[in-house]
């Protein structure tokens, strides 16, 4: 889907208050979930996001970057830490907020935002 991103398309409200995605300049029909439609707005604009305005791709981007960032540095040890810190504390609740708060005092570790959707992957 590289480079087919359409800034153009619309949620529209479809029958038995269902919802499509729709091209508003031609009238197509560009995804309604196998003819279902999607039940709520909120979940159409997630599609809408992924599959025409470059959702996939950068996901995708930020996980190659993961990867490379993984390779540097101490960077696969401190994520095998996170993992550690997790299984030991998770009947205490902690977050990953909270053991990252802890990494970064002992160890001055920063884990890039947007990779924190990948750590468990």
Same mark, same amino acid.
Not at 77 to 99: P, R
């Given at each position: 889907?590289?480079?087919?991103?359409?800034?153009?398309? !619309?949620?529209?409200?479809?029958?038995?208050?269902?919802?499509? &995605?729709?091209?508003? +300049?031609?009238?197509?029909?560009?995804?309604?979930?196998?003819?279902?439609?999607?039940?709520? +707005?909120?979940?159409?604009?997630?599609? #809408?996001?992924?599959?025409? !305005?470059?959702?996939?791709? !950068?996901?995708?981007?930020?996980?190659? +970057?993961?990867?490379?960032? #993984?390779?540097?540095?101490?960077?696969?040890?401190? &994520?095998?830490?996170? &993992? #550690?810190?997790?299984?030991?504390?998770?009947?205490?609740? &902690?977050? #990953?907020?909270?053991?990252?708060?802890?990494?970064?005092?002992?160890?001055?570790?920063?884990?890039?935002?947007?990779?924190?959707?990948?750590?468990?992957?």
């Amino acid at each position: 889907m590289s480079g087919n991103i359409n800034n153009n398309l !619309k949620i529209v409200h479809w029958k038995n208050g269902r919802y499509i &995605i729709i091209n508003p +300049e031609t009238g197509e029909i560009m995804d309604d979930a196998n003819g279902y439609g999607y039940k709520d +707005e909120i979940k159409a604009s997630k599609v #809408l996001w992924w599959k025409f !305005k470059g959702g996939k791709d !950068k996901v995708e981007s930020d996980k190659l +970057e993961y990867k490379k960032w #993984l390779s540097e540095d101490n960077n696969q040890e401190m &994520i095998d830490k996170i &993992i #550690l810190y997790m299984e030991c504390y998770f009947k205490e609740n &902690i977050t #990953l907020d909270e053991i990252l708060i802890d990494l970064k005092k002992e160890y001055n570790f920063k884990l890039p935002r947007k990779y924190k959707k990948f750590i468990f992957d």
